[in-house]
């Protein structure tokens, strides 16, 4: 059986923590996967990522930040992309994964959130011109990208629960690769990365597990099971 890490602090209020065991468990069961999930709080990840996370084939780092353990999360990151484990980001998870490669791929040595440092002068994450909470907006997919495949097409409509979002600045670095933009929204502000050369490496500020309680299954979270139990 393949296992999924949940990363995050587990709360059965908010919205996406609810949908994402219905919508893996959907996806199992559409696919006929042998597949499990495990909440993985970012407190009990302590120093040692690779040993905590040890027999998981998936990463998924959810909604729902700060997280109790900004560092913890941040290595669980590093540990799905340093050694090829598929993962996925959605919201907080799309967030963390920027600060994640900052530091590691683009020097930065403090990446900010500024949600958790409102003072930073340079923030990775910074707050959206327009809020996104509880917002639904259409999402156009970049032609070539594997995110665009995984739709089957270059139009959707996804939802939301955020007020941040990557920096302008920080997005410009996203043109020389190998982590590239997948998905932005109709003003043109990225909403989606994905990592090149890696197994299964995407990240959105969108909620695609939200589909679930629409009642559909969302192709991301497909592709993703898949990739985990294959």
Same mark, same amino acid.
């Given at each position: 059986?393949? &296992?999924?890490?949940?990363i995050?602090?587990?709360?059965?209020? $908010?919205?996406?923590?609810?949908?994402?065991? +219905?919508? #893996?468990?959907?996806?199992?069961?559409?696919?006929? +996967?042998?597949?499990d999930?495990?909440? *993985?709080?970012?407190?009990?990840? @302590?120093?040692?990522?690779p040993? /905590?996370?040890? @027999?998981? !084939?998936g990463v998924?780092? *959810?909604p729902a930040?700060p997280?109790?353990?900004?560092?913890?999360a #941040?290595?669980a990151?590093?540990h799905?992309?340093e050694?090829?484990?598929?993962?996925?980001g959605?919201c907080?998870g799309? !967030?963390h994964a920027?600060?994640e490669? %900052?530091?590691?791929?683009?020097?930065?040595?403090?990446?900010?959130?500024?949600?958790v440092?409102p &003072?930073?002068?340079?923030?990775?994450?910074t707050p959206l011109?327009?809020?996104l *909470?509880?917002?639904?907006?259409?999402?156009?997919l970049?032609?070539?990208?594997r995110?665009?495949?995984?739709?089957?097409?270059?139009?959707?409509?996804?939802?939301?629960?955020c007020n941040? @979002?990557l920096?302008?600045?920080?997005?410009?670095?996203? !043109?020389?690769?190998?982590l590239? *933009?997948?998905? /932005?929204?109709?003003?043109? %502000?990225?909403?989606?990365?994905? +990592?090149?050369?890696?197994?299964?490496?995407?990240?959105? #500020?969108?909620q695609?597990?939200?589909a679930? +309680?629409?009642?559909?299954?969302?192709?991301? $979270? %497909?592709?993703?099971a898949r990739?985990? %139990?294959?």
């Open positions: 059986m393949a &296992r999924i890490a949940l995050g602090d587990h709360n059965p209020e $908010v919205t996406a923590h609810r949908s994402i065991p +219905l919508a #893996l468990d959907r996806a199992a069961g559409d696919a006929g +996967l042998d597949l999930w495990d909440w *993985v709080g970012t407190a009990t990840i @302590g120093w040692n990522a040993a /905590r996370l040890a @027999g998981y !084939q998924w780092c *959810v930040s997280y109790a353990d900004t560092r913890a #941040l290595a990151i590093r799905a992309r050694r090829g484990i598929p993962f996925l959605t907080g799309f !967030q920027m600060l490669y %900052a530091a590691a791929c683009w020097g930065v040595t403090e990446p900010a959130h500024a949600e440092d &003072r930073a002068s340079d923030p990775v994450i011109s327009c809020g *909470v509880e917002v639904t907006g259409e999402v156009r970049v032609p070539g990208s995110l665009a495949a995984i739709y089957g097409t270059l139009e959707a409509s996804e939802g939301y629960h941040y @979002g920096s302008p600045r920080y997005a410009e670095r996203l !043109q020389s690769g190998p590239r *933009v997948s998905a /932005r929204d109709e003003a043109g %502000a990225v909403r989606a990365v994905e +990592l090149d050369g890696h197994p299964f490496f995407i990240a959105t #500020l969108f695609p597990e939200r679930i +309680l629409a009642g559909w299954a969302h192709p991301l $979270v %497909a592709a993703f990739v985990v %139990a294959n």
